[in-house]
Nanobody
Framework: QVHLVESGGGLVQAGGSLRLSCAASGGTFGRYAMGWFRQAPGKEREFVGAISKTGGITDYSTSVKGRFTISRDNDKSTVYLQMNSLKPEDTAVYYC???????????????????WGQGTQVTVSS
């Protein structure tokens, strides 16, 4: 059983930055592809970014590419999401996810992940 805990959310002005962290426990972190998703009120959960199990491959949604950076530290069993140039439309609950079954790259669909954190709120004011 993999347990994921996100942190680092908060309230920030447009143009500001936040760094989210997701700490994993209960499994072999270095074997898992990881992803970040977000969900705004009344909307479906959407893909933000993903990173392969070694960190060598990353992928981003078009809406955050160039502004957000995903990284991981396998020694600390933690994945990060650095968010720069934040916009009000980035406001959402942000979730990290782990894919514990065999993986070779990155994954952008909710159904491709089998463990989820509880989420952390990010609010960007205009």
């Amino acid at each position: 059983q993999v347990h994921l805990v996100e942190s680092g959310g908060g309230l920030v002005q447009a143009g500001g930055s936040l760094r989210l962290s997701c700490a994993a426990s209960g499994g072999t972190f270095g074997r898992y592809a990881m992803g970040w998703f977000r969900q705004a009120p009344g909307k479906e959960r959407e893909f933000v970014g993903a990173i392969s199990k070694t960190g060598g491959i990353t992928d981003y949604s078009t809406s955050v590419k160039g502004r957000f950076t995903i990284s991981r530290d396998n020694d600390k069993s933690t994945v990060y999401l650095q968010m720069n140039s934040l916009k009000p439309e980035d406001t959402a609950v942000y979730y990290c996810a782990a894919r514990s079954i065999y993986s070779t790259g990155t994954y952008s669909l909710v159904k491709q992940y089998d463990y989820w954190g509880q989420g952390t709120q990010v609010t960007v004011s205009s």
